[in-house]
């Protein structure tokens, strides 16, 4: 009976139950790439328990002509093209025939890309491991050529993983893939319809929606710096390619609850950001690596070439937000020749550690400081001086260092979020970060260019 093979409740279900399987990639170098349309709602559930990022890889089976479900190759977002050589030769198909048949499929993948890439940025898989997720295997020619094309597209590692599939579907698959898993494979198995009670079709607004809920929730990374790993998370709302990178200052951490509301502020702005600790926890302990300004601004190098990185035919708009001694490295770091930072903001920050560097910083850059921190308030106003770049001095009423007063530091995270809608270019959908209404008065502004 039909009822037999039923699994799964929905795709959402059979997402869940996929992921249980996948646990040991949690917190790995991994992109989570869906199928469309049915394999993403499937995908968005890994993606979620592996805490990873979620992407759809665009390919388009190249059918033998008369013979269209054997696969001669694929075509791939990107103009990635692999071929089978073996049906290839066996149908004595020659280059033009594969142009032919490319041709025929570019369409439907510039359609869907289109679709897709206006307000989600296609993720790099360059070095990172690829988990290629499908609703379920019929005749796995498309899960197949997907495998090929995300190898195409510089994946170390590639793992295809379904819900179901039927009985030695691995066998088909030889070398495709590096790991193949699968939670159900029925005897009795003709459809991948019959294991789900819910299998309504996915349309297009759904993907989109899959792919916003993801990029809304963001996702853990590990970035390589110095030989050692800095650990973080990115949320890139709406898809946006505009970046905020924090830089905490000592004492401090990703998690701090400081750092964390004025993060969900600027991605409520639609900017994307990226909070990370400059050092290893070991190195943390060691208080002159805390106040090495040199070392935390090669740090911060680092993982923006690595945030750069993280995207693919898309520039990425990046900006610093500084605090305490973060703000010195990160106005060291966007002194350096070619650092392309598009603003910087310093919230209670120390530029004065930074003093060699100040005339050389290029970037819009604001001073955000408390009518109470006296000393910083002296230190940011003769910093301020050795600016050669577009800048202003913002001080906050009745404001203290750590902006613990009741409303200061969301007056301070509105100043930022402001300066960033001003100086950042659009992100991935087109649109201009959008800033953040102020409710609270400012006094004793400077400004300068």
């Not at 694929?74 to 041709?103: C, F, M, S, W």
């Amino acid at each position: 009976m039909h009822t037999a093979f039923m699994a799964f409740v929905n795709r959402v279900d059979a997402g869940r139950r996929l992921a249980e399987l996948l646990r040991d990639h949690r917190d790995s170098d991994v992109v989570v790439l869906g199928l469309p349309r049915g394999g993403v709602p499937v995908a968005e559930q890994v993606a979620l328990a592996l805490h990873a990022p979620l992407d759809v890889i665009l390919v388009r089976k190249l059918g033998v002509p008369l013979r269209p479900e054997l696969a001669a190759g694929a075509l791939g977002e990107g103009g990635v093209r692999v071929v089978n050589p073996e049906v290839v030769g066996a149908y004595h198909l020659t280059d033009r025939d594969l142009d032919a048949l490319a041709d025929r499929q570019r369409y439907e993948i510039e359609r869907r890309a289109q679709s897709i890439r206006r307000s989600h940025p296609r993720l790099s898989l360059i070095g990172r491991t690829a988990i290629v997720v499908d609703d379920g295997i019929a005749t796995g020619a498309t899960a197949r050529a997907a495998c090929h094309v995300a190898r195409a597209h510089g994946a170390a590692r590639v793992v295809l993983a379904v819900p179901v599939a039927p009985p030695g579907w691995v066998d088909e698959f030889g070398d495709a893939a590096d790991e193949y898993v699968c939670v159900e494979t029925p005897h009795r198995f003709s459809a991948v319809g019959q294991a789900y009670a819910d299998f309504t079709a996915t349309s297009d607004d759904d993907v989109l929606r899959c792919l916003n809920r993801s990029s809304d929730r963001g996702w853990n990374f590990s970035a390589p710096a110095d030989g050692v790993r800095l650990e973080g998370h990115i949320t890139l709302p709406g898809g946006s390619s505009s970046l905020v990178v924090f830089v905490h200052g000592s004492g401090s951490s990703r998690h701090s609850p400081r750092n964390q509301l004025v993060a969900t502020m600027l991605n409520e702005a639609g900017l994307g950001t990226v909070l990370f600790d400059l050092l290893t926890p070991d190195e943390a302990d060691d208080r002159d690596n805390v106040f090495d300004i040199e070392l935390l601004a090669h740090r911060l190098a680092a993982v923006t070439r690595w945030a750069r990185s993280q995207f693919v035919d898309v520039p990425v708009s990046i900006g610093y937000f500084g605090a305490s001694t973060g703000a010195a490295a990160a106005l060291t770091a966007a002194a350096q020749p070619g650092s392309d930072i598009a603003a910087v903001v310093s919230r209670g920050g120390r530029p004065d550690l930074a003093h060699r560097h100040l005339a050389a910083v290029r970037s819009p850059t604001i001073l955000i400081v408390g009518s109470n921190d006296h000393v910083v308030v002296d230190l940011n106003r003769r910093a301020a001086a050795q600016l050669r770049c577009e800048h202003r001095l913002d001080v906050v009423p009745g404001a203290s260092h750590l902006f613990e007063e009741p409303g200061t530091l969301h007056q301070a995270a509105a100043l930022a979020a402001q300066w960033f809608a001003t100086h950042m270019r659009s992100g991935a959908s087109g649109n201009p970060p959008t800033a953040v209404s102020m409710a609270y008065p400012i006094s004793n502004t400077v400004a300068s260019s």
